[in-house]
């Protein structure tokens, strides 16, 4: 609970009314205390960091000026909604934040009334608040429509289709850009340089205003005027952009500025059609070090406000750790490569590709469709891109993969991070699909390894196969093997068998490989590597099929079309009838937990496989691990 005396303000403070209860010159003491008890909540719990800071006093000015959650806020990129959780009923209950039942990280419609649209990837906000505009109005609901869009999200074209209809259609919306420079890492592109150079002309504001509302609307003379309006601004506004999309550009001013920010937005809340108002602040604000370390403090784990982040010893390398390491080896061996990242350049593993080789990087900001394009356009000239990017971020590109690479069978590596169970970040971060949209995309070579040396050769073997191939790994840390810093390539389409048993065969797709091993041990099953989804080893099965009972399919992803389905066809196919006990994750979006805990929920750890093992297939008897022996 809230401690009164150290928060008397913010904890009278249990919904945006009892905000609203307070004065103009309060606010900027009701900023201060939010922002020192989401230091100290982050602190004892983690969780998403220095975007939330960032946005103390707009989201303050923005729940007391509006009238939420009948008017509809609308928050772009998660990571900036926790101080918007801490004023909306949720203050106490923030510490739960990525935990079990708890909150989840970003704006969820099932979590609260004033959470009115579903957030975890970017650049969705002025979308969906130009839906919601255009519904009200068409119902004649004067309720107004809020985007709030942030943290580089302005970056990705579906941004600009959104703003490019709506200034078409002319909806009374806002919409808020928080300019803060960064996404996690610094923003980069043309529109972060065109942000960079705006500047603010008040008066020129003023002037529009008071000619428009002396001239009839839709006249010779209002036309002229605005033509000659938007020439006018080009003198004092480097551009002219948001205008040209039929948005009323207002700023930039200083997000940090209670009073001036009240005096903003209670200027575009009266103001008729589409408004941007552009508003300046500082990822971190207010906690020195999350200032002078914005990537660093992003998202964070529990940590000494006194002290800050103290950085750990390095451990065992994680499977991103990996593949960054691959990737400048394989830079080294071979020039035509080229990396590629949607903004992603610290979590996918490539800082030090992108300091040794920065003429063959490529960050293209948040565009996941573009990314994908871009590289297929590069290996129609000969170079070998590898498209480093989330499981759960390929989804947004999957008709440029199928289109522009799988269709044209262009060279081109996909290198998939955060694959299978994800953990904290919840639904919307989980990458429990891939295998299933990859495998039925004809041309595309499909692997997932069991451990790190194999998670490295594949990559190698990704890249010199001549077409489209994808590598998906999990996030973290695989079982500990030893790494072969050789660039050294897999047969294509050939499994391991790692155990040779007799009943039943355990086929194992990746990092569920590890688990399925003790079972395997104890019931004298054989265990395969399978390690190609795409294409199977077809003989393998064959022979499996003749001297096994039965067949034990495990992987971490969904159930539905993925690798175990895959089998399932390979059998029907050749006619060949087995029990088939498919193991991974079932057909529901999974909440936020650990990856340890979501695996256990889902029966992919050791007792949960043995448990549905021995469910399907009573007969399986423990005693027969004494025929079982290695076939590696």
Known sequence: MIDPERYPRLARIDSPSDLRRFTDADLPEV??????????????????????????????????LFQTPEDR???????????????????????????????????????????????????????????????????????????????GAATAGMVFEAMNHGGDVEPDMLVVLNDNGMSISENVGAMSKMLARLMSSRRLNQLRDRAKRAMPRGSFIWRFFK??????????????????LGFHYTGPIDGHDMPALLHALRTVKELRGPQLLHVVTTKGKGYAPAEREQIEYHAV???????????????????????????????????????????????????????????????????EQHAV?????????????????????????????????????LDVTFAIDRAGVVGPDGATHAGSFDLSFLRC????????????????????????????????????????????????????????????????????FGSTLAAAEPVARELGATLVNMRFVKPLDEELLRQLARTHDGFV??????????????????????????????????????????????????????????KAVLARFPGAAPAAGAALRSAV
Request: net charge negative.
């Open 373 to 409: 394009t871009l590289a297929a356009g590069m290996a129609c000239e000969g170079a070998k891109p590898v498209v480093a990017i989330y499981s759960t971020f390929l989804q947004r590109a999957y008709d440029q993969l199928i289109h522009d690479v799988a269709i044209q069978n």
């Open 301 to 367: 784990g529990p940590f000494d406000p006194v002290k800050g982040l103290i950085k750990k010893a390095p451990g065992k390398p994680t499977y991103t750790d990996v593949f960054g390491q691959w990737l400048c080896d394989m830079a080294a061996a071979d020039e035509r490569l080229y990396g590629i990242t949607p903004a992603m350049r610290e979590g996918s593993g490539l800082v030090r590709f992108s300091q040794e080789y920065p003429q063959r990087y490529f960050d293209v900001a948040i565009a």
């Open 73 to 151: 806020l609308v928050w772009d990129v998660g990571h900036q909604c926790y101080p918007h959780k801490i004023l909306t009923g949720r203050r106490d209950r923030i510490t739960t934040v990525k935990k079990k039942d708890g909150l989840a990280p970003f704006p969820r419609r099932e979590e609260s009334e004033f959470d009115t649209f579903g957030v975890g990837h970017s650049s969705t906000s002025v979308s969906a608040a130009l839906g919601m505009a255009i519904a009200a109005q068409r119902k004649g609901d004067p309720r107004k429509v809020v985007a709030v869009i942030g943290d």
């Open 227 to 244: 033509r000659w309006e938007e020439h006018a601004k080009g003198m004092f506004v480097p551009s002219t952009l948001f205008e040209e």
């Open 31 to 64: 900023a201060r205390e939010l922002r020192e008890y989401l230091v100290e909540s982050v602190a004892t719990s983690g969780g998403h960091f220095g975007a939330g800071l960032g946005v103390i006093e707009l989201t303050v000015a923005l729940h007391y």
């Open 553 to 610: 399919t495990l992987e971490d992803n969904a159930v539905m079309g993925g690798a175990g389905a895959a089998v399932a066809e390979c059998l029907a196919r050749e006619g060949i009838v087995r029990p088939i006990l498919h193991l991974g994750l079932p057909d529901v979006f999974l909440d936020h937990d650990s990856r340890e805990q979501l695996l256990s929920l889902c029966g992919l750890d050791t007792p949960g496989i043995r």
């Open 441 to 508: 995309i004809p041309n595309m070579v499909v692997m997932a390894p069991a451990d790190e040396n194999e998670c490295r050769a594949m990559l190698t073997t990704g890249f010199r196969y001549e077409g489209p191939a994808a590598i998906r790994y999990p996030r973290g840390t695989g079982p500990g093997a030893a790494i072969d810093e050789n660039l050294v390539t897999l047969p294509i389409g050939k499994a391991q068998v790692r155990l040779e048993g007799r009943g039943l065969a355990l086929l194992s």
